[in-house]
Structures are given as C-alpha cells and as structure tokens.
C-alpha cells in the first residue's frame, strides 16, 4: 500500500494531510491515523484494491448532489457539459424558463428552494440572499443590549427547583422594560430523560427537540389545571441536584400525562386535538424519537408520554419568544446550537447514517490543552450532508430558530472544518475533516431570513485563515469577548473592537468580571492543577492592563481598585463592553449581578458544579437590584 495514495484518497475525502497548529508551526497527519479516519467514515483502504475503490466512490459522491445552493443575483455553477434550456419551479408555484451556457445557470431574482429541470435530471435550487439578517436590519441605527442566561438557573415560585420558560418569561419583561432587546440562552436541546444525571447542555440527545425539564406545563394545559396538580415543593437550594429535582419533575410529568390521557385524549377534547396536531406536524422526526426515548426507558410502548413532553416543550418555548417579542424585545429569544451530539442520543439512534461513526470531534493540541481534546461527540457527515440534499443540516437550523429571534452556532469554525479523533486514540492523532462551507452559509442565509433571525458564531480558539473574513461576508456576526480581545501586553481598545460582532464581557465557560478580578478561577485552578504562581503574577499585570484600557475608554477613572473591590470593576467591564461598535452587547446575568462563580468550567466534572448554580432571588426581581439597576443604566447610556 502506498503512502501517497492513502494522502490522495484522504485529500479526496476532506481529510487535511497539513495542517497549522496554534503556534503557526506545520504539521503534518500519520499515515496510520488517516488510515484509521477513512475506515472510520467508510472509505476501505488496507488494500491497493480497496484503496482505489475508495478513490472511485470519493469521486462518485461528488457528482450530481440533489441539492445545489446559490445566491440571488449571480450565476450557478451546475455540472453540464452542453448548453440547454431549463424550467424553474418556484415555491410559489410560478415557473420560469432560464438557460445554461457553458455550464452556468442565469442568476435567480426569488429566494427559496426552488426545482430546477434540466435535461434529464430535477435537482432542488436552494437561492439564498446575500447575507444573514442583521441588527441593522431588525433595528437600523441602534445598538442593542441583551442578558446571557442559563434558563435553568432561573428562579420562581412552584418551578421544582429547576428554572424553566415561565422564569424566562419574567426575567424577559423586566429587562424588556429596562430597554433589553434579546436574552441568549445556553442549548435547551432534548437531553435524556431516562439518565437525568447527564444535564451539560452540550453533549445533548438530539437537536431537533426541546429539554421537557425546562419548560412549563401550564403554557399547554392551561394555569387552572395544572395549578390542580400543583408540583410538590422541593428544597431552597443554590445548586440543582439534577437526579433529585429532574427526576421529580419528570414523575410529575408523567402524572400530569396520565390525568391528560383520562381527561382529554379519551374524551378527545379541544385540547387533545391540539396535542394530536402537533403529534402529526412532528412527522417521522418525532415518532423516532419518542420510539427512541421510549426504548432507553424501558419501556418501549408509552410513546404518547414522550410525545407529550415533547408538545410541553414546544408550547412553552413558543410562548416564551412571543412573550419576549411582545414585551418590546427586538430579537428576543436567542437560542444555541451545540456543535455535537451524544452518540447514544435518539438523533443518532434514529439516523446514524447522517453522523461521523468511530471518531470523537474534538480539537488539536495548543497551548492550554497540549495534549488535545476529544469531545466524545459525533457530528454531521459531511458526505451525508451532500447526498441528503443537506436535509438533516436544515432540519436542525429550522427546528433551532423555530422559536427564537437569534441562534448562536456553538464552535461556528465546524461550519468550515472539525478535528476528528479515532475512537481508542489520543486527540492529537486527529486531523481536520473539511465541510461544505459555502453551502452551509447560503443556507443558513436563506434559513436566516425565512425566520428572520440573526446568526451568532462562536469564533473563539483556534480559528482557520479567512473563516472570520468569509463569515463577515455572509452577515454571521463574529464573538468579541473581553478576555480574548488583546493587543501586546494590553487589552485591546474598545474603539477597535469589530462593528459586526457582538460584544461579551464574558460567557458561560469563562470566569465572570469579578470572579477574573478577584482571581477566583485561578484559585480554583491550581487546586486542580491547571494554574501556576506564574498565572497569578501575570493575573495581576493584567488587571493593571485592564484598569487601563477602561480608563483610557473613560469608563473608570483613578487606580485600579484592590483585587477584592469588584463592584467598580463590574460596572466598568460593562460600560466597556457597551462602547464598543459591535451592533449587540450581550451581558452574563452574572455579571449583572457581580457574582464570582462561572456557570461552567471546562475539564472539569465533580471538581466543579457545572451547570447547576440557581440564583437566590426570583427571576421577575433581579434587575431590581441595585448594582443590575446601575448597570442597566451604564448599558442603555452607551448604547445610545
């Protein structure tokens, strides 16, 4: 077997042979790891015979996808060879005759997924605009503010210990009324009902879903009957004990399910022809998934039962967002997109041939993971993708801005590109799987403007050479985050931060303003293990720094308060992050609020509580405090 033909056929495939680690230094895949990626996304190769097998289905599975994506305006570049006339049969039913010289189809006025006819084939036309929406297009001329939240650690009478949308709902009109025009959650993806104890957002079930857990009944069955079955009280803590609460919350569930089927499903009222209606809009999708949940329960026949929580869910994430909306909201509900999926989830259950098999995505080694990292998720298969019509990708992006007036694209460079490990092997015997990424823009352009919802991606790491320019230019606006925005020694200035961006203090897997000035997260570090003397000494230059960036900004004035004076500090990281051109600054509740602990912190797993602090006070309340309400003041000041 040769070498360079192995190079070839993973070249063929997407597999990238170089590629530039995160100190700009060349490096260069093993034979034996491309070796085992190909087997793994099914392309034989032990043998020559396999090998230019492989080369041929690589080749095959190019030609002819059934999706073609293009952009209103200019030309498409279709795969024919002769000049012929072609019938265009829009969405709306109107047709138009087009032509293709030389291989190029005449530009397209319409946006939308169209048929195209040419010849003997009919293949689908999917015309994206130019761009993403924008803030400038919701809002033209302003510069927005939004609250970064977890919605479960959110608080309100009878919610079971756990923050669900009703919480929302009230957090939202209070900051709506203060002059907020979103709210940014972490993922609310279906998780798994039959292991509660698995509740990080980001290694979810299934993306087509919602999390049962977060939502509140009453929004589908009304106030009056749920209120009859009120949820039993559960104990006033800061921290959810997710098997506890979860586990309560789902037993209600199933007792509020059980009244349902007596109450309405026989008696086939009103309100059970609405379940029914969602159950038959829900489609294939959903009856797989239920069969799935119903199945890793153990019991594979109360499929209605998961398909109710499901219906719960959806009620009240709708009424969440026209709440938001009605409230005064610009965008409202800005939802996240998990990069990847659990591979035991009802997803990748119910379709595996959509998803990477026998690799983890993950990252390549840098400077603060030197040995990479491996996820333990899988992600779409980009050769799936092609051949679908990239059904399983819209699928995904429709069903994530079904209610929301924004999405967030968790780690948006696996748009262009993810490291794939090898299930048994180190991270760093990975490599970069390429993605389609002109056509995932255009369609998340066209699914952008179909919802008109803007576009978020997480560019923060290691990010591939034009992906930011190339993002740009598609209107997906970019993540300027305080701690990463650096010049030289010093932070950059607020004037030079990017004006399609959106501007964060913080976020959920980084220290807060005060946690970072006080020095909290390397605490917390070197009991783990992860930070030296060295990170202190250095923490303290950078608060210097910082001071002097917020000064020069005449955000701050005089010294830098002391390490334990966070509360100016706040109110200038703030005020700082609010100066900025990004057309939207995204504030951490926490850091509105002035708390030390950080929702998450990566690495970790009992060391740490991720994902489980609650505030103490309720959710209708907490911008009454007086450090949110001089904050919010700072906010709609700069703002302006």
Request: net charge negative; hydrophobic share 40%; proline share 7%.
């Amino acid at each position: 077997m040769n070498d360079e033909a192995v190079r070839t056929l993973a070249q063929q495939v997407g597999l990238a042979v170089d590629w530039i680690d995160a100190a700009d230094q060349p490096q260069r895949v093993s034979v034996p790891s491309l070796l085992r990626l190909l087997e793994a996304l099914g392309y034989a190769c032990c043998r020559d015979a396999d090998l230019r097998d492989s080369a041929r289905r690589a080749e095959q599975a190019r030609a002819h996808p059934p999706l073609v994506t293009t952009t209103v305006g200019l030309p498409t570049r279709l795969d024919v060879d002769a000049d012929l006339s072609a019938e265009l049969l829009l969405e709306d039913g109107w047709r138009q005759a087009l032509t293709i010289r030389h291989g190029l189809l005449s530009p397209i006025g319409t946006p939308g997924y169209h048929r195209l006819r040419y010849g003997q084939r009919e293949i689908t036309l999917a015309v994206a605009p130019p761009r993403c929406v924008t803030v400038s297009d919701i809002a033209p001329g302003r510069k927005l503010w939004g609250l970064g939240v977890q919605l479960y650690s959110l608080r309100r009478e009878g919610d079971g210990g756990i923050g669900d949308t009703t919480a929302l709902r009230d957090l939202g009109k209070s900051a709506a009324a203060r002059g907020a025009s979103a709210i940014a959650v972490s993922p609310t993806h279906s998780l798994f009902p039959a292991d509660v104890g698995r509740y990080g957002p980001y290694s979810p079930s299934n993306r087509l879903f919602l999390n049962p857990l977060l939502a509140d009944p009453a929004d589908a069955l009304g106030a009056k009957w749920v209120e009859a079955r009120r949820l039993p009280a559960t104990p006033d803590r800061l921290l959810i004990d997710w098997p506890q609460d979860g586990g309560a919350k789902y037993a209600w569930l199933r007792r509020l399910y059980d009244d349902f089927v007596i109450n309405d499903i026989r008696p086939r009222t009103t309100l059970a022809s609405g379940f029914h209606l969602f159950v038959q809009a829900g489609g294939p999708a959903l009856q797989k998934h239920a069969v799935c949940e119903a199945e890793a329960s153990g019991d594979g026949t109360p499929l209605d039962y998961f398909l109710f929580l499901q219906w719960i869910a959806e009620e009240s994430f709708a009424r969440a967002q026209a709440d938001l909306r009605a409230a005064g909201m610009a965008i409202g509900l800005i939802g996240d997109l998990a990069i990847g999926l659990d591979r035991g989830g009802s997803q990748v259950g119910a379709d595996p041939e959509h998803f990477l098999g026998g690799v983890s995505i993950g990252a390549p080694p840098d400077l603060f993971n030197p040995k990479g990292q491996g996820w333990g998720l899988t992600s779409f298969s980009p050769q799936s993708l092609v051949s679908t019509g990239f059904e399983p990708f819209i699928a995904t992006v429709r069903a994530a801005l079904r209610h929301a007036g924004g999405l967030r694209i968790d780690h948006a460079m696996g748009l262009k590109r993810l490291w794939l490990v090898p299930d048994g092997c180190e991270p760093g015997e990975g490599a970069y799987l390429s993605y389609p990424m002109d056509d995932l823009l255009r369609l998340l352009a066209l699914e952008s403007h179909r919802h008109r919802a803007l576009i978020i991606g997480e560019d923060l790491g290691t990010v591939p050479p034009d992906f930011r320019e190339r993002c740009r230019a598609a209107g997906i606006g970019g993540m300027d985050v305080l701690w990463f925005e650096r010049e030289g020694d010093g932070f950059l200035p607020a004037s030079r931060w990017r004006d399609d961006a959106v501007a964060m203090t913080s976020t959920h897997d980084l220290p807060t303003v005060a946690g970072w000035w006080r020095g909290a997260d390397l605490e917390l570090r070197r009991g783990l293990g992860t930070a030296s003397q060295d990170d202190v000494e250095q923490r303290s230059r950078d608060r210097t720094a910082l001071w002097h960036s917020f000064t020069e900004a005449k955000v701050a004035e005089g010294p830098p308060p002391a390490a334990d004076r966070t509360e100016p500090v706040v109110d200038a990281a703030i005020a700082f992050t609010a100066v900025t051109p990004d057309p939207l600054a995204l504030i951490p509740l926490e850091d509105m609020l002035g708390t030390v602990e950080q929702p998450n912190l990566p690495g970790t797993i009992d060391e740490h509580p991720n994902w489980r602090r609650r505030f103490a006070e309720p959710a209708a309340t907490l911008l009454d405090a007086p450090a949110a309400a001089r904050r919010v003041s700072l906010l709609n000041k700069a703002r302006q």
